[in-house]
């Protein structure tokens, strides 16, 4: 039927509600117009339930086609009783709108939200999303996108997550959780409670569908798209909250959940990088999806059942809670460790690195010699020879194929679960910088080389550091060393050894936790058990001793250790170690053992080989990689050093100091004296000592008998017992092998005569308590004593040494001898295990061994004593047990008639058992023990809760107590003042992580208890009582038992680390006295910072469970003023029908009884003295509180602040309780209490004056404690009135400045207190600044021009200037101070005028002060910017004007430069006031701004939105803006009025500033540039239109714009620097500054501000910390100086040594660019002319001109100095004490003042040239001679050090320009220099400061080019005969290439040969 015809539409009926659409369907087609009748449509459902479904069904195709959104509104707006066609409709229909179809949102909308549409058409929705996304092909995440944008606008997501099917749940949470909308980890464990097994199935498919390699197959032949990859954070998360959950599900389920597991790293190293911001910088524990996954892999070491490392199981943060049923199956399940970690030990044969097996073979067997000494500094980076064990293979996996993975087994992505940082594939630069870093590593000099410490230290750096690109290289660095394990065995001996070194050192330095650290243990382990003496063994031997000082940190890992088989082979002092590490201690002996590794002999030999060869010292000590025993021969001190292993903390001194000889040296001197030998002699012996090792030993033992005649041997002997063997316990198998080679029979008799000497010295001498050295010697030579007799089968004779009495006599002298004879005799014994005749059981070995038997039996026998004699059982494989120990000890007349060996000691013989503990103890107290003892007995409370103020950690000073009589301390006082810092950093890193902890624990508790308690009750003032106390209670005895113990650890090792810096080289003796102070002052301290950090938790917990009991107080509260008792209804029921009677709570207060519980609570706070406080009589909760108190907000502020006051009181000492200060306190707490019950305006400003008058009163002449805590509880009483719910800042702020203003003058001028105020926002600047200004009096107050000097000074110039103020803030004042300064000539106060200066230089480099000029205008509208008291109304008044100006402005009728809409505009009246104006223009800006960050967050939500239509929707409304400003600029005042448009111009842009400014400080990083950018540019284009009114002000306006960039410089605005750059060097702003603006007055401005953006630039290029930002700016810089230099190379002339002053010395190419600018009228020579005659130029007289004031910088005195000494070479001094003038400071980098350097430079050069030419002749090579100008510079070159002749002589260069008179003298000096320096060292930095220039890009200084050319190519200089020309064939070449540029092949070949160059 023909529509035309006939159509429904044009019957009555009722039609479709279609107004809502924004695309409304086309009217004149009459077809779609059949379809408006909602009748028709009502008809057709029914016939389709009539069984005409699918005609019906057809019918509909039209509609569906051609008006699906008519259609989908008219079936939501019938009446539905027939559910099948419409359903099926509504799902067909919805599609189209998730498409994008131009109705779609409000369709969608109005289906959703609609009034009266049934639940079941959000089904139908939900159910078409999820058929249309999962109906698509591959699962088309686009379509996921868009359903998860449309779930947003609907607010549907929660709704939708809820739903099925699961696979598209699961989908659809992982793109919401990358979008950061759920937290992906709580919504699936929630889901996996809720549905089970099902979901987790699903989301099982779902990994397989999205991840298809997880199940470990070879990945897909073709790659999933970008967008269909799984990130690995999700995959991440999904797996940990599987996993969790695999023990309760089916077998075969749970099986794939842990292949999956297991499979993870392969895909994740797979995985692409994630874009910059998806992965958290760093990790909360309880978002990291990886550590989740740490229950499988925590168990690296097999067998062990849980590697808690650290010894608590603290990496299982709370991330786990979710997963608290299937917990304990995923930990007891023991997972077989391939499953979570790739098998160590496979045989690698299918490496995929076959360059590896030729690797020894291509070390270069020597490398090259020589090496440029003075070009250390930044100079060349010189080719590397490539001895690196990684050469062959580069430290990636990137490059490998997949299948050579699969073959051998080795899965090497399992690092990714490790570092989940370095799943990412690292960018080439990234991985060749790691690389590099290793390459030095493996260098010898002269390469680049790093020792392992530096790189440990770097990377410690590196770990922490701010910057994206370190924390890159950190982690590549660590993933490719863990990479490169398996290469580890075919290693040559030294790279090894050095890899062990850096191996060790991480473990040691913490630079790797959880995972890695058990991987990293781990591989230890598995070298350790390989075979002793194989390669491997050696690098877990070499590594592990780098880290044995954390053994005790890891117990159990002990325990595997001390299960290898080989073990007791291990070096002596790492056994003792692992020993102890199993109980979690210190050996109390730290002995510090060398190592003698394969690996560790060859770094030595390599090293010192580099040493012979380079003729030169290594300038990097032998020690850095090699512990160096420093070795004192008998008669003279001759150093030698000995390769011994392993490199130790720097701190450690060699090992020679541990154990100290001096008893033994002076033993020696009494008896009878040896024949020495010659000096010459004892130094061979010395060597060959020294250099012995088993591979040179034959070789040795012939120098030996070669050199030593016989009648020295003695003396040998001597040497060997006392210098060697007694301090080397390492080295006694080696020198036991030497005394069998050299087979001498005499020989060994003498060494064993000598032992037993040494002994009986040292058995014989005092044994004073701390006299620890002695006793480790006589366990050395105990040890040798057993190996040169026992374990050669030799007897130890009665004679020489009766072992068993011994063991008798030390038992009956007491403690101190069995220190010393036990541990001797158990290392004598040890050598019997290896003896045929003496090991067990020989009866002369067992007799001894029962003696020490019955001694482990003795109660009182110290610890360390009885392990040693249980490790000598275990050495001997005995038990213990099993001894037969006699009754020696008991047999009174045996011990009675026993021959004396040791000498009687100095007190009674047995001690007294009633003598405390501490004077028996000998061995240090470690924590470890002291916190055992203690932590069975609670500790005594010794303060009460008011003792302890929490305000601020210095508040624990006063509490603090150290014992007068520690050692240590009588020793060392000034160690004292370590004490208090350590125990403040321990309450500082423990005290947040326990108040949360004891907080969140104690409320959950808290809040039940109390609710129940106080159901019925009505009073809330008594449930929030009760609630406290409770609270507190809870609180303070959860934080006790969760931060005594890691106090205790934590103060005793602050205090270690304190001491051990403070005594760098501490001897034995000290050490043990600092362990001992340590533990003693943690252990009496630790109360006192367990009752800080339980207050502070305390304090914290009251505020937070009034908030948890709000809701309580409300309902009470409101119960009481509707006239009614409040009661909890069900839990009266319940308690009425449940509960018996006695116990049942009943309506009204609580029970007595129940109350006195919560007393209770009160009285006792754990951890506190219990308070019976007066104030608290019993029952105080029983009476209800009075209801005149009722708790508003103002009073709740009060109270607080009442409680605060009254701790600070409490907590003040009574000796200072009459203290004035003190009674002015309790003064102000009662005018508190009175202003809380007056509750009113008038009180609380009587409060307000009295805290500020109090502030300005306070002196500081009372005690500093005191006096803290006076200043702190006035500014608690400001902030609490400052507050939003009491009276706000703006009231509180303005009162405060009149009280400032109108106090009395002899305390107005405090400059502390104001200042004060001042950094706590309490200040209104903008009237402040204006009253001090006037207070000045033009200089006549002297006082408060002293005062305004002051505080100008803090809060501008000083190092602690305060963020938030900026010379704005102080406009009036500095502008006050100026005039004073400049009117008062020469009688200016004192320190006015030095004080400008510093101003000028910090801020005002442009600033004309005119009165209550342009720049008055601009300071004024930067302050008003931050103002915010408008009248009412005024903010929607001027949104109006604004909207309205916007749309004239874009209307049509706005007229050419919209001057109509301007007229019309202006007739409002907004800006009738300059008040008015200035609120107008900020509300503007800010309502601009805030447009445009509306704009830009919605492209952040909608990342599909085109950013040019974004920015467009910002510009609308900013260009409008901009034009109005412009209007009114050129329209205010007369038309020749100028003064008016520049000031309303300085006012707007000052608004702008001051709005900027506010808005960065706020949002930091969230900052955009993006809106004041485009205000700056398009007002400087309007205003720079070629108009007449605009151009006579054309020049102010520049200087505004300038002075506007000048404030918004990017050391103050660092957010905004890009647009900065970009405004400054904008073409138009350039032109007009350098080129229109007439005389050139732009240019100093224009300086200014680059001179600002190189000031900004300069501290990351000095530390060359180019990050990606950085270095979009440093070419940002580069260009606009390519600009500058192409068209105004004249302004880079005249200012380039402003510029040169502020651009650091590194930067060389910046500096050539401006060096190289000459004046566009000049021809420059072509240097490369031969004969060029530079002096014969024209231009070469004349000066050129330089802009900058360069004397400025110039102390006077040293001015005046320089004159006169110029003149007439007096004062004498000045050259001696040249130096010291320029030297700041002894750090190496910033040891001079370069602006110094640079200025005196310049300076004495154009005096110089000056002196010259009035002696009639020109600078040339013999004129500059004997001046006293050329003694200055000859003696800076000699005198300064490399790094300040390094800056000399860069200042010099800086002079090297266009031909000019300067450039040819200091060209003449420099070369001059170089022609009479008395040490090649200068001349080769003369080299390097030319050359450094010159082999950088062009543009090359033509002055540089022709003092080098000059240099290279007269004979006269012999340049080419310098060694450094030669040091290496790659300087070499550098030298030959840059002579053929500069003079042509063939000259150059001529001058190279001609010289007779070698």
């Given at each position: 039927?023909?529509p ?26 009459r ?5 408006k009748?909602?009748?028709?449509i ?14 019906v069904k ?20 019938i ?12 799902s067909t ?6 498409g ?10 109005y ?15 939900m ?37 099925t ?23 699936l464990?929630?889901?996996?409670r ?6 987790i ?21 073709k ?10 954070e ?15 599900v ?5 099986e ?39 229950p ?6 097999s ?11 603290a990496?299982?943060t ?20 391939a ?21 020894p073979?291509?070390l270069?067997?020597?490398?090259g ?44 992505s ?5 570092w989940?940082e ?5 960018s ?23 020792s392992v410490d530096e ?7 590196f ?6 690109r ?17 290469f580890?065995?075919?290693?040559p001996d ?73 073990f007791?082979q ?13 109980q ?13 590794t394969?690996?560790?002999?060859a ?16 300038t ?12 004192t ?9 000995r ?34 030998p010659?000096e ?21 033992v ?12 003695p003396?040998?002997?001597q ?5 060697r063997v ?21 020989f ?7 032992t037993?000497?040494?002994?009986k010295?040292?058995?014989t ?9 002695d ?6 030579l ?27 006599e ?32 020989n ?20 610890l360390?004593?009885k ?33 004396e060996?040791l ?49 601020s ?28 810092q ?16 004891s ?5 959950t ?38 931060c ?15 001491f ?6 501490a ?7 600092m ?9 009496d301290?630790c ?22 009991l709000?809701?309580?107080?409300e ?5 009481r ?7 909890d ?19 009204g ?9 919560y ?5 006792n ?12 009589p ?47 306190l ?19 400003l ?7 008058e ?37 009231w ?5 400045t009149?009280?400032?203003?109108e ?37 006549l ?10 505080l ?8 602690r200037?305060?963020?938030?103020v ?18 008062s ?25 005119a ?20 009248p009412?109304?005024?903010r ?8 309205e100006w ?27 006031t ?15 701004v805030?447009?445009?960050?509306r ?70 990083s969230?900052?955009?540039q993006l ?9 400087l284009?309007e ?24 404030i918004?410089?990017p ?10 750059l ?33 000031k900004?630039l ?19 810089t ?9 068209d ?12 040169c ?5 590194n ?13 566009r ?5 072509d ?5 060029l ?91 500059i ?55 090649e060292a ?25 003092t ?19 040091c ?20 150059a070949?001529?001058?190279?040969e001609?010289?007779?160059a070698?």
């Open positions: 039927m023909n035309d015809i006939f159509c429904f539409a044009d019957y009555p009926c009722h039609t479709v509600v279609t107004d809502i659409l924004k695309a409304p369907p086309e009217d004149d087609n077809e779609i117009a059949t379809w009748s909602l009748d028709l009502e008809t057709l459902l029914r016939l389709s339930e009539l069984g005409q479904y699918e005609q057809q019918l509909f195709n039209f509609p569906i086609k051609h008006c699906p959104d008519m259609l989908v509104l008219a079936l939501l707006q009446n539905p009783t027939w559910h099948t066609l419409r359903h099926e409709l509504i229909l919805m599609p189209i709108f998730l994008n179809h131009p109705n779609s949102a409000i369709i969608l909308h289906a959703w939200h609609g009034q009266g549409q049934s639940p079941s058409i959000r089904q139908l929705i159910h078409a999303m999820a058929e249309w996304y999962m109906r698509g092909e591959q699962y088309d995440q686009a379509k996921l996108s868009r359903i998860l944008d449309v779930a947003q606008d609907l607010k549907a997501l929660s709704m939708l997550l809820n739903g099917p699961f696979a598209f749940v699961i989908d659809l949470a992982a793109l919401a959780s990358r979008r950061e909308y759920l937290k992906l980890d709580k919504w464990t929630d889901k996996i809720e549905h089970g097994e099902p979901f199935q699903a989301c099982v498919t779902f990994l397989k569908r999205r991840c298809p390699s997880i199940m470990g197959g070879l990945a897909p032949e790659e999933q798209p970008k967008s269909a990859q799984l990130p690995p999700t995959l991440a998360t999904m797996l940990a909250c599987l996993q969790a959950c695999a023990g309760s089916s077998q075969e389920l749970s794939t959940i842990l292949t999956m597991v297991a499979n993870c790293g392969n895909v994740m190293n797979k995985a692409r990088q994630p874009p910059p911001g998806v992965m958290p910088k760093v990790r909360a524990p309880s978002t990291s999806s990886i550590e989740t996954m740490s499988v892999q925590i168990d690296p070491l067998g062990m059942a849980s590697l808690t490392i650290g010894g608590s199981a990496s299982l709370p991330s786990m809670q979710g997963f608290t049923t299937n917990l304990s199956s995923a930990f007891n399940t023991p997972q077989s460790p499953k979570a970690f790739p098998p160590l030990s496979t045989p690698n044969q299918t490496t995929p690195f076959s360059g590896i097996s030729g690797l073979s291509q270069p067997g020597s490398l010699t020589g090496s440029l000494s003075g070009m250390g500094t930044g100079g060349l980076a010189l080719p590397t020879v490539n001895t690196d064990p990684f050469g062959q293979r580069k430290m990636s996996t990137s490059g490998l194929n997949p299948q050579t993975f699969q073959q051998s087994k080795m899965k090497p399992d690092l990714s679960q490790v989940p370095a799943n990412q594939h690292f080439k630069e990234i991985d060749d910088e790691a690389n590099s870093y290793f390459q030095r590593i493996y260098n010898h000099p002269p390469h680049p080389t790093m790189v440990l230290e770097m990377l410690q750096r770990k922490d550091s701010s910057i994206k370190e924390r890159e290289v950190f982690n590549c660095m660590l993933r490719n060393l863990f990479e490169e394990y398996r580890f065995p075919q290693y030294k790279e090894l050894h050095i890899t062990a070194c850096l191996f060790g050192g991480i473990i040691e330095k913490g630079l790797v936790t959880y995972m890695a650290l058990g991987l990293a243990l781990r591989y230890v382990l598995e070298a350790l058990r390989k075979p002793f003496d194989s390669k491997m063994y050696y690098f877990g031997i070499a590594a592990l001793d780098r880290f044995k000082n954390r053994l005790k940190d890891y117990p159990q890992y002990c325990q595997h250790l001390a299960s290898i088989g080989h007791l291990f070096p002596h002092h790492l056994q003792e170690y692992i020993e102890y590490g199993q979690s201690r210190d050996p109390p002996v730290k002995m510090q053992g060398s190592i003698t394969p690996g560790s002999i770094l030595a030999q390599a090293q010192a080989q580099a040493q012979a060869q380079n003729k030169t010292p290594l990097r000590q032998v020690s850095a990689i090699v512990t160096t025993s420093t070795t021969t008998v008669t003279k001190a001759t150093t030698v050093t390769p011994s292993g392993v490199s130790f903390k720097k701190d450690v001194p060699p090992s020679i100091n541990t154990t100290n000889i001096e008893t033994l040296l002076v033993a020696t001197d009494q008896a009878e004296r040896i024949v020495e010659p010459n002699i004892q130094e061979k012996v010395a060597f060959i000592f020294n250099n012995l090792s088993q591979s040179n030993m034959t070789q040795k012939e120098e030996l008998k070669e050199t030593v005649k016989d009648e020295f041997m003396w040998v002997s040497y060997l017992v006392m210098k007694s301090i080397e316990p390492n080295f006694h198998s080696l020198y036991s092998n030497f005394m069998d080679t050299l087979k001498n029979s005499e060994n008799k003498m060494v064993l005569t000598e037993y000497r040494n002994i010295v040292l058995l001498s005092d044994k004073a308590a701390a006299n620890f050295s006793r480790s010697l006589l366990k050395n105990g040890h040798w004593l057993g190996m040169i007799t026992l374990a050669k089968n030799k007897p130890i004779l009665h004679i020489d040494l009766d072992v068993k009495s011994l063991l008798l030390a038992y009956v002298k007491g403690q101190q001898e069995m220190l010393y004879v036990v541990p001797f005799v158990a290392k004598v014994l040890e050598s019997s295990v290896r003896s045929m005749v003496f090991r067990p059981p009866p002369w070995t067992m007799a001894i061994m029962n003696v020490l038997a019955e001694l482990h039996q003795e109660h009182d026998l110290k360390n004593l392990f040693e004699i249980e490790v000598l059982c275990k050495n001997l494989a005995l038990d213990i047990n099993d001894l037969k120990p006699g009754t020696l000890l008991k047999d009174k007349e045996k011990l009675t008639n026993l021959e060996q000498s009687a000691p100095k007190r009674e013989s047995k001690i007294p058992e009633e003598l405390p503990v501490v004077v028996t103890t000998a061995a240090p107290v470690t924590p470890a023990t002291t916190t055992t003892c203690t932590s069975t007995v609670p500790p005594q409370p010794q303060f009460s809760y008011h003792d302890i103020n929490v305000y950690l210095a508040a624990l000073a006063p509490h603090i107590t150290v014992n007068p009589n520690i050692p240590l301390f009588q020793a060392h006082p000034q160690l004292k003042s370590y004490v208090r350590a125990i403040e950093r321990a309450v500082q890193e423990l005290v947040h992580p326990v108040v949360d902890r907080i969140k624990i104690a409320m508790t808290c809040e039940q208890i109390v609710r129940k308690d106080f159901a019925l009750d009505s009073e809330e003032s008594r449930m929030r009582v009760a609630a406290h106390h409770m609270m507190r209670n809870l609180t303070a005895g959860m934080a006790m038992i969760t005594r113990e890691p106090l205790l650890m934590s103060i005793a090792t602050n205090l270690k680390n304190n051990a810096t403070a005594l760098r080289t001897s034995p003796q000290q050490r043990e006295m362990e001992q102070a340590a533990a003693q002052i943690a252990q301290n109360e006192l910072a367990c009752c800080f950090i339980q207050k502070t938790a305390v304090e914290k917990a009251g505020p937070e469970m009034d908030k948890r709000a809701t309580e107080f309902l009470r509260k409101h119960a003023q509707e006239g009614r008792r409040y009661c209804p069900v839990v009266l029921t319940y308690q009425a029908e449940r509960m018996p009677e006695q116990i049942r709570l009943k309506v207060g609580v029970d007595p009884k129940q109350l006195a519980v007393e209770e609570f009160a009285r706070i754990p951890g506190f003295l219990p308070s019976n406080d007066i104030s608290q019993t029952g105080f909760l029983a009476k209800p509180m009075q209801q005149a108190w009722a708790t508003d907000d103002i009073a709740q502020i009060y109270d607080k602040c009442i409680t605060e006051l009254e701790q600070h009181l409490h907590a003040i000492p009574p000796t200072l309780a009459m203290n004035p200060q003190t009674q002015a309790r003064n102000l707490l009662e005018a508190v209490v009175m202003a809380r019950n007056s509750r009113d305006a008038i009180a609380a009587g409060l307000l004056q009295k805290a500020v109090g502030l300005l009163d306070a002196t500081s002449g009372a005690d500093p404690d005191l006096l803290l805590r006076y200043r702190e509880c006035h500014l608690l009483v400001l902030k609490a009135l400052q507050d939003g719910r009491a009276y706000g800042s703006q509180c702020n303005n009162k405060i009149r009280c400032l203003i106090c009395r003058d002899e305390y107005k001028y405090n400059v502390d207190a104001v200042e004060l105020l001042i950094r706590h926002h309490l200040v209104n600047m903008q009237q402040y600044d204006i009253h001090l200004a006037q207070s000045m009096e033009n200089g107050n002297y006082m408060a021009v002293a005062f305004a000097m002051q100008v000074k803090f809060l501008l110039v000083d190092e200037s305060i963020s938030h900026t010379e704005a803030d102080l406009f009036n004042t500095i502008e006050t101070l100026m005039r004073i300064s400049a009117h000539r020469g009688n200016a106060p004192e320190g006015l005028p030095q004080l400008m200066d510093l101003l000028r230089a910090n801020y005002e480099a442009m600033m004309d002060r009165h209550g000029g342009p720049n008055f205008m601009m300071h004024s509208g930067i302050s008003q910017a931050s103002e915010y008291d408008d009412p109304g005024l929607e008044k001027a949104e109006y004007l604004l909207r916007v749309n004239l402005y874009h209307s049509a009728a706005a007229g050419r430069d919209s001057t109509k809409a301007f007229s019309a505009f202006v007739g409002q009246g907004i800006l009738k300059d008040d008015l104006i200035t609120r107008f223009f900020r509300l503007c800006t800010e309502m601009c805030e447009i445009s960050y704009a830009q967050q919605e492209q952040q939500h909608n990342p599909t939105a085109n950013p040019t239509m974004i920015r467009a929707k910002c510009y609308h409304n900013l260009d409008a803006f901009v034009r109005l400003i412009a209007l009114l600029v050129k329209h205010s005042g007369e038309a020749t009025n100028t003064v008016t448009k520049i000031n309303l111009l300085n006012k707007v842009l000052g608004i702008v500033v001051g709005v900027l400014l506010q808005d960065h400080e706020v949002r930091q969230e900052f955009q809106p004041y950018h485009r205000i700056f540019i398009m007002l284009l205003l720079n239109a070629p108009e007449h009114v605009l151009e006579t002000i054309n020049f102010q306006t520049l200087t505004a714009f300038c002075n506007t960039f000048h918004l410089r050391t103050k605005a660092p957010g905004f620097v890009y647009a900065w970009e405004l400054i060097s904008h073409r138009i702003f350039i032109a007009r500054m350098l080129a229109h603006t007439p005389q050139q007055k732009g240019w100093p401005m224009y300086a200014q501000l680059l001179i600002d953006l190189f900004f300069a501290p990351y290029l000095r530390n060359v910390e180019l990050t990606k930002p950085m270095q979009i700016l440093y070419k940002g580069l260009r606009v100086l390519l600009v500058l230099l192409h105004f190379p004249e302004f880079l002339c005249d200012y380039h040594y402003g510029f002053d502020v651009i650091p010395p930067c060389i190419q910046l500096r050539n660019l401006i060096l190289s600018a000459f004046p009228n000049m021809r420059l020579p240097p490369f002319t031969p004969n005659k530079v002096d014969m130029l024209s231009e070469i007289n004349i000066a050129p001109r330089i802009l900058t004031n360069f004397t400025g910088v110039m102390p006077p005195q040293f001015k005046k100095d320089l004159d006169s000494y110029l003149k007439t070479r007096s004062p004498v001094t000045f050259l001696s004490e040249l130096r010291s003038n320029l030297q700041v400071s002894n750090e190496p980098g910033n040891r001079y003042n370069i602006q110094l350097i640079n200025a005196l430079v310049l300076y004495v050069g154009t005096q110089a040239i000056a002196h010259i030419h009035n002696k009639g002749s020109t600078p040339s090579m013999s004129t001679t004997h001046s006293a100008h050329m003694d200055i510079f000859q003696n800076l070159a000699v005198d300064l050090d490399t790094e300040g002749r390094y800056l000399f002589l860069n200042a010099i260069a800086n002079q090297l320009r266009y031909p000019n008179s300067h450039t040819h003298y200091f060209s003449c000096t420099m070369l001059y220099l170089f022609a009479e320096a008395n040490t200068i001349q080769e930095q003369i080299t390097r400061v030319l050359l450094e220039r010159l082999i950088v890009n062009r543009p090359h200084p033509w002055g540089l080019l022709i080098f050319i000059e240099l290279i190519k007269n004979p006269a200089f012999k340049f080419w005969n310098h060694e450094f020309v030669h290496a064939p790659e300087i070499e070449k550098l030298f030959q290439s840059v002579a053929q540029c500069c003079m042509g092949q063939k000259q070949q001529q001058v190279m001609g010289t007779g070698s």
